[in-house]
């Protein structure tokens, strides 16, 4: 067939405002899919980094929002001394938004020194000195930096907090990327907060082959009846549950996603309709001259799969440029989805376009390759 790729491509350009008005609807269409699929891919990566490193988080008991988390800080040193337990970072957490936002800030702070020991990120600019010796410097993600312009020597301001930018980091986990790492003091001193001798919340990092589980019914156990309760999950469910509401509207936007799929379907079979339309005499020509039925219904279907194929290409190959380069992040209570745009969401955008090309051409390429040729030869 690809001989006949020529004749196709100059049928298509014969209506050339038709085909690109379609090439276009589907380009949109493909974007919203890739965009939606972009949300689903940054949750289950998180998710599944999160089971991988067998970290837990304990935070106050009955509390949501981080702005109503104080856990007595001195709680570290009890955990620490836990069979299995490999180190515990006490955290304050700081953000401009604790409902879900497609701009929420997070700052974290934690001891500078225990902070390289429990991130595997590493700083693309700036230094670890000039961060570890200023208790105002933070550390700020690649892709905070991104969105809010920020580079290596700024003052970064949210309500009252200040800090200095000491460095950029970067981080095979994007979700690692939309945080700002500052001192643990800083952040318990800052104005209006005074929460000296308290933190959000103890992240616990487990030697492997710990049991989790087991180890959050030990952690709770021991403060239980203490000044201030814990409720101590292992890290990916205490971000699943943080992320609540968030989650099942990202589920929901799966119908949007498939919506999309079936306007690329209606977009295309009406071009592929309304063109086969305008040369019934054009097809029993070819069927005078020796082209088969089936021929002509692979001729038809050529068209439908490549109008299809091209529009899915130009929105695929657009959103996923979007995404990396605005390093959107959407997020609630303190934790965020990075908007993943993968390498297997591309093909996955380009497959779904392919599919739907064909499906749309099924019903008028076999009008076309039915097409009885005197009575469309009749025809004016």
């Known amino acids: 067939m690809f001989k006949f790729l020529p004749y196709t491509l100059k049928t ?4 050339r405002s038709r085909t690109i008005l379609t090439v276009s609807g589907s380009a949109v269409a493909l974007f919203v899919f890739c965009f939606i699929g972009a949300v689903q891919e940054g949750m289950n990566d998180l998710q599944r980094r999160q089971a991988a490193k067998g970290s837990l988080i304990a935070f106050q008991a009955n509390k949501f929002c981080p702005a109503t988390s104080h856990l007595p800080q001195d709680y570290d040193r009890q955990i620490a001394r836990l069979e299995g337990v490999r180190e515990v970072l006490p955290v304050q957490v700081f953000t401009n938004n604790c409902r879900a936002s497609l701009d ?17 990120f590493e700083l693309v600019s700036g230094n670890w000195p000039e961060f570890e010796q200023h208790q105002d410097a933070a550390v700020v993600g ?12 700024d003052k970064f301001s949210i309500g009252d907090l200040s800090v200095n930018v000491a460095g950029i980091y970067r981080s095979e986990d994007p979700a690692e990327e939309n945080y700002i790492y500052s001192h643990l003091e800083f952040l318990q001193r800052g104005k209006g907060m005074n929460r000296v001798g ?31 309760e814990t409720n101590t999950r292992p890290k990916g469910v205490f971000q699943a549950k943080s992320l609540g509401d968030l989650t099942q509207l990202i589920g929901m936007a799966h119908y949007l996603g498939y919506a999309c799929v079936g306007l690329v379907l209606a977009l295309v079979a009406t071009t592929t309709v309304m063109s086969v339309e305008d040369r019934i005499k054009e097809h029993a020509v070819l069927q005078t001259i020796g082209f088969t039925g089936p021929r002509v219904f692979r001729l038809v279907m050529a068209e439908s799969v490549l109008l299809s194929i091209a529009g899915g290409t130009i929105g695929v190959g657009f959103a996923v440029l979007v995404l990396k380069v605005t390093s959107l992040s959407v997020g609630a209570e303190a934790v965020t989805i990075a908007f993943t745009p993968s390498f297997r969401l591309a093909i996955t955008g380009l497959i779904v376009s392919a599919i739907a090309g064909t499906l749309a051409g099924i019903a008028p390429a076999i009008h076309a390759a039915r097409t009885e040729i005197v009575p469309a030869l009749r025809q004016a």
């Open 12 to 15: 298509l350009w014969r209506h």
């Open 104 to 120: 929420v800030v997070v700052f974290y702070g934690v001891p500078p020194q225990k902070l390289r020991k429990a991130r595997d």
């Open 142 to 153: 690649r892709a905070v930096a991104r969105r809010r312009g920020i580079t290596v020597g």
């Open 198 to 228: 308290t933190v959000t919340q103890l992240e616990v990092l487990l030697n492997e082959g710990v049991d989790p589980v087991d180890k959050c019914t030990q952690i709770d156990d021991l403060f239980r009846g203490g000044p201030v």
